[in-house]
C-alpha cells in the first residue's frame, strides 16, 4: 500500500516568503503528525491533527500553522520564513497513536 | 518534560562486530516506546515498538529490549546496509492525546 507522500521534497524560499508543505497519509490513518528535523535539535515536533481537530502543538512560534483536511491529507504553512526555518520537514501518520507511526520521505527547506 | 538521550552520538564498527546502542527516558507515563531507522535523505523508518519493562522485540539482527529507565538496541552482527542514523523516541503522558519526543540519535558506521 502507498506510504506517506510529502510534496515537494525540495524547496528553496527567499527570507520573508511564506510556503506551505503538503502530506497525504497512508489511507486510513487520521492521526497526522509533523516535525522539524534539523542537524543541532534532531526532530522536534510542531503539531498533529486527529479527524481534522489539532491535539496538541508544539513550543513554535504562530508563524508554523497547519491544518487537515475531511480526507486526512494535511497541510503546514510557514509564514514570513527565517534562515533558522531551514530544515527537514517530516509528516507522520498513524492509525492510533499507540501504533508505530509512519513517517514521509520529508520536505527540505531551505530558507536564503 | 519528556527527556531522551542516546548514546553514543556515533559508533563504528566492523562487519561482524555486535555492540548495543542505548536510550535513557525520563517521562511522566510510559506509554511507549519506539525505535527507527533513518537513511541519509530520507524519513525515520519504523523498527520496534515497546511499551513495558522487560519487554524484548527482534527483527533480523536487531533486538530491542527495555526496563522502567532505558532501552537498548543490539546489533548482532552487523552488515555494512546496517549503517544509518538510529532514532529512539517515547510517547508519554495520561491524556488521550500525545506526542513522540526524540532523542538525537546515534549514528552508525559499518565497514566492510
Known amino acids: 500500500k502507498a506510504g506517506v507522500t510529502q510534496t515537494p521534497r525540495y524547496l528553496i524560499k527567499t527570507r520573508g516568503q511564506q510556503v506551505t508543505l503538503s502530506c497525504s497519509p497512508i489511507?486510513?490513518?487520521?492521526?497526522v503528525s509533523w516535525y522539524q528535523q534539523t542537524p543541532g535539535q534532531g526532530l522536534q515536533f510542531l503539531f498533529e491533527?486527529?479527524?481534522?481537530?489539532?491535539?496538541n502543538k508544539g513550543n513554535f512560534p504562530g508563524r508554523f500553522s497547519g491544518r487537515q483536511f475531511s480526507n486526512s491529507r494535511s497541510e503546514m504553512n510557514v509564514s514570513t520564513l527565517e534562515l533558522g526555518d531551514s530544515a527537514l520537514y517530516l509528516c507522520?501518520?498513524?492509525?492510533?497513536?499507540?501504533?508505530?507511526?509512519?513517517f514521509g520521505s520529508g520536505t527540505r527547506l531551505t530558507v536564503v | 518534560e519528556d527527556q531522551v538521550t542516546q548514546s553514543p552520538e556515533a559508533l563504528r564498527l566492523q562487519e561482524g562486530e555486535s555492540s548495543s546502542l542505548n536510550c535513557s527516558y525520563t517521562v511522566s507515563g510510559l506509554r511507549g516506546l519506539f525505535w527507527y531507522r533513518q537513511d541519509p535523505g530520507k524519513g525515520p523508518e519504523f523498527l520496534f515498538t515497546?511499551?513495558?519493562a522487560g519487554e524484548e522485540k527482534e527483527k533480523e539482527r536487531l533486538k530491542a529490549t527495555l526496563t522502567k529507565k532505558e532501552s537498548f538496541l543490539h546489533i548482532t552482527a552487523p552488515k555494512p546496509e546496517d549503517s544509518a542514523t538510529y532514532l529512539c523516541a517515547v510517547q508519554a503522558g495520561d491524556s488521550g492525546y500525545s506526542t513522540l519526543t526524540f532523542g538525537k540519535g546515534t549514528m552508525l558506521l559499518v565497514s566492510p
Open positions: 491533527y486527529f479527524s481534522e481537530t489539532q491535539r
Open positions: 489511507s486510513g490513518h487520521r492521526s
Open positions: 515497546l511499551y513495558s
Open positions: 507522520a501518520s498513524s492509525l492510533r497513536q499507540t501504533y508505530g507511526y509512519t
